[in-house]
């Protein structure tokens, strides 16, 4: 099954424009130059000239033939090197008119190799990443919203030495850096505690920061998504979202363990961390239940891929309820 062919479609027109604005960009050097070195364009017409006297040397079959290529040769290889000594005589390095490509392994048409570039299938999960979160109707939360003054100074019931509002400020700080410095090389992020204390808050937040650093991230409630995946597996929809949530550069898993518990959701979640984890992509996953309890729901298998990640535990008492009181 293939990824949905409007995120293709997406994709080219965004390599279409990508095309078009490197090529604006060359026209605007050539015309700068052309104005600032008129001799440049003299050179230009010397140089298309003696190209054209290549193709009728080959087909006049003279005997002097090799005699004559290599002169003509010799002939474009001096006006050549004379462009790039006007060029660096007037301050411009001698590759400023060269084509421009926003990718160099593909030169922007999208395939390298007879496969789709990386670039280009960036542009696929982009695409898609942005469609699914509208369609899941996402509100992202930002950093400058999580208010910490709604954790106590009471200690933390697992370590009495730390408040659980300092263990709060950590995990705030872990989840700015996180998003600030986020590479798509990082360690996912496994975050547990009770419902209303800012898991889905910061998961969110971390999420807007890196989709405005240009890399895709789609984020679902874990029920939801396997509804999503169920649908599609048995026909009542089209898409391929397996593909989307393994491929794209970050993938936000809100509530893993509010999905029913059956074989076929067990697997479907087994192969979304296993298959990210084994190309190294990071996840961001959070759930109501303890370390304690993970196992008790989830297979070892599981278990050892979610306990893999950076574990972030969360602290204080519903945070909803405080902010409907202040209200």
Known sequence: MSLNEKYYA?????????RERNKELEEKRRDEVLRAV??????????????????????SHEKNITELIETLRGENMNIQRNMTALLEKSGLPANYLDPIYTCRVCRDRGCADGKWCGCFMKLVYAAASKDMNEQA???LSRFDDFDLNLYPDAPCPDNPSVSQKSAMTEAFTYCFKFAEKFDGSESGILMMGATG???THLSLAIANRVIERGYSVIYGSTPEILRTLNSEQFGRSDGDTMSLLIGCDLLVLDDLGAENSSEYNLSQIYEIINARINRRLPMIISTNFSVRELP????????????????????????RLKINNQN
Do not use: V, W
Request: contains cysteine; charged residues 25%.
């Open 197 to 199: 204390l800012g898991k």
């Open 10 to 18: 997406a994709a080219h027109f965004q390599l279409d424009k990508r």
């Open 137 to 139: 109707a996402m509100s």
């Open 38 to 59: 008129p001799e440049y364009g003299l050179l230009e017409a010397r140089l298309a000239l003696t190209a054209s006297k290549i193709a009728p040397a080959i087909l």
């Open 296 to 319: 008790e729901r989830y297979y070892d298998r599981i278990c050892s891929r979610l306990f893999s990640m950076y574990k972030m535990l969360f602290y204080g008492s519903d945070n």
